[in-house]
């Protein structure tokens, strides 16, 4: 009894000495973690997460790791496991089709929970063999081919939105645009999933709090994807999720609201009408695929194109039109392009997607070039090394389980994107005087080929095609139907990188361009 108290008291004793030694052999075995451990960072990133936890918290991981780049070169070490890529060979391994890269738990801290369970979507689930079986179901429903019956629930946001912005032509006010970029956003995906608005567009509102829900869980998870184990001690924490009922999500409130109407409406739905909505096509795929396709996962595929598509569309809108202003060589031209296009009949107003890729090819080159300099989404695309390991090019064998991916920040200003990357100049995506139209095919290829803007691989954006619907559609009938300023012309926005990197203050004054009538 004497000798365990002793020793009892020895220990408590020598407890510091007993911790310090303990964190000092986890930090060097973190340090001394076998590939990643040859390649430079920061020295606190290389003992422990908390220093890019620390970093994604600060709101600018991207400008950090730029920085990173441009000292350290084509590999920075972000974290004791985790390494930043540069190389585009490396990329193509990494991102290339059938070679094992899984998602990471970056991923899992963003599903939400149904009554106490994450619930993996198509947008955050790491089991590929899941992914497949979930995706085959539906993947036809975003090709190319379907957008031209997206294209009237398009069209009818965009008379919703000029209604609403006719209002602050009208009364002389200052329009927060960012925001109304968001409402359209939301209200379009809102339209294209269950042929009804979120309404955020008629109310001028944020409603049931889905926008900043929605922010909350980016700022949440952007943050706590750095160190996934702290997601169970916040939302997955078990004790909360017996307390609280364990369900997340006023989209996955949304959304269900939705599916329940629509199922007591059989009959009248938009299913008997020609336009189908996504709804109508999941629930297609719930009979065709019974074994893969329940209720629930119905559920699940709205809630991704929701949280996956309206705020990064949003944040691309407004890059566009925040750099456009922001050039008034660049607003002339387009302005020229637009206006000529119209006179001669080649584009009506709001502009069909047909138009925006036959008649406007300045528009393309300004929508690729905005989406360049500011890609949505700001964090890594993270990756785990499988079980055959990375040989990295001009680089250090990267052991299975290592994190790797490409930061699309970073990729799209390298240098096969030309000269001044930092600068917003279009004309990079259009052939130059000096170059034969076979150098510039090369040339862009290279670039489209370092786009990132929608990732890459297997887990690439399914909805890039609707949201370049979207886009292509509204900036030019934005820039036809009104002149657009800045109310101060030097003022900057103001920019978070919550995972999303999203932007604020945005403030234009509009006045109606007469001659561009909008049609029906
Ligand atoms: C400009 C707008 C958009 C941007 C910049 C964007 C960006 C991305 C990126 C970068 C990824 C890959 C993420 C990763 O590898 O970690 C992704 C995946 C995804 N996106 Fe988008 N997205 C946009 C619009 C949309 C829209 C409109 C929808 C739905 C209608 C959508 C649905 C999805 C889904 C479901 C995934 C997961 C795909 C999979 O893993 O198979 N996105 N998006």
């Known amino acids: 009894m004497a000798i365990t108290s002793e020793a009892l008291i020895s220990v408590w004793l020598h407890l510091p000495a007993i911790l310090v030694t303990l964190a000092l052999v986890y930090f060097t075995r973190n340090y001394l973690k076998p590939g990643a451990a040859s390649i430079p960072g920061p020295f606190l990133a290389k003992i422990t997460n908390l220093w890019r936890f620390i970093d994604v918290a600060n709101g600018r991981a991207e400008v950090t790791l730029y920085s990173l780049h441009q000292k350290h070169g084509d590999y920075v070490r972000l974290g004791p496991n985790v390494v930043s890529v540069r190389n585009m060979d490396a990329l193509k391994t ?114 049931d709090g889905i926008i900043i829900a929605l922010e909350h869980m980016l700022d949440y998870s952007g943050k706590i994807g750095q160190m996934p184990w702290l997601d169970y001690l916040f939302i997955k924490n078990p004790l909360r999720s017996f307390f609280k009922g364990g369900s997340t999500g006023a989209v996955a409130r949304f959304a269900r609201a939705r599916i ?72 002339m031209k387009l302005h020229q392009e637009l206006t000529v296009a119209l006179e001669e009949n080649r584009i009506s107003l709001p502009v069909s997607w047909k138009q925006s890729q036959e008649q406007l090819p300045y528009l393309d080159a300004v929508i690729k070039e905005a989406l360049r300099l500011h890609p949505a989404v ?39 994107f030309g000269e001044n990357v930092e600068s917003f100049v279009p004309e990079r995506w259009l052939q130059m005087d000096t170059e034969s139209e ?58 978070v990188n919550a995972w999303f990197v999203r932007q604020k203050n945005m403030d234009v004054r509009l006045t109606l361009n007469d001659k561009a009538k909008i049609g029906s």
């Open 94 to 207: 990494i991102y290339g089709i059938n070679k094992g890269y899984q998602k990471t738990n970056f991923y899992s801290v963003q599903q939400q929970l149904a009554k106490g369970r994450p619930t993996p979507t198509l947008f955050t689930t790491t089991d590929e063999a899941f992914h497949a079986a979930i995706k085959k179901p539906i993947s036809s429903a975003y090709s190319m081919s379907t957008l031209t019956e997206f294209e009237p629930f398009v069209d009818k946001t965009i008379h919703t939105l000029f209604g609403r912005l006719d209002e602050f032509v009208a009364e002389a006010k200052v329009c927060d645009i960012a925001t109304w970029l968001q409402y359209y956003a939301f209200d379009v995906i809102g339209e294209l999933t269950f042929s009804k608005p979120l309404g955020f567009l008629e109310k001028g509102t944020d409603i």
């Open 260 to 331: 329940d109407e629509r199922l007591n409406q059989k009959g009248t739905s938009p299913m008997a009408n020609t336009q189908k909505d996504f709804l109508d096509r999941f629930l297609e795929a719930k009979e065709e695929y019974p074994a893969v396709v329940n209720d629930n996962q119905v559920v699940s595929y709205t809630i991704s194109n929701m949280n996956a598509g309206s705020d990064t569309t949003a944040i691309s809108l407004r890059a566009i039109l925040y750099y456009t202003l922001k050039s008034p060589r660049v607003s």
């Open 378 to 416: 700001g964090l890594m695309l993270e990756r785990v090394v499988p079980a055959e390991g990375l040989q990295l090019p001009d680089g250090p064998f990267l052991p299975a389980g290592t994190i790797v991916g490409a930061n699309p920040w970073i990729i799209h200003r390298h240098q096969i």
């Open 438 to 495: 076979i150098e510039f095919q090369d040339r862009k290829q290279k670039m489209l080929r370092a786009t990132f803007t929608f990732g890459a691989g297997p887990r690439t954006c399914i909805g890039k095609n609707i949201s370049l619907l979207e886009i292509y559609k509204l900036i030019p009938s934005l820039f036809l139907r009104y002149k657009i300023e800045f109310d101060d012309p030097s003022a900057e926005w103001a920019i």
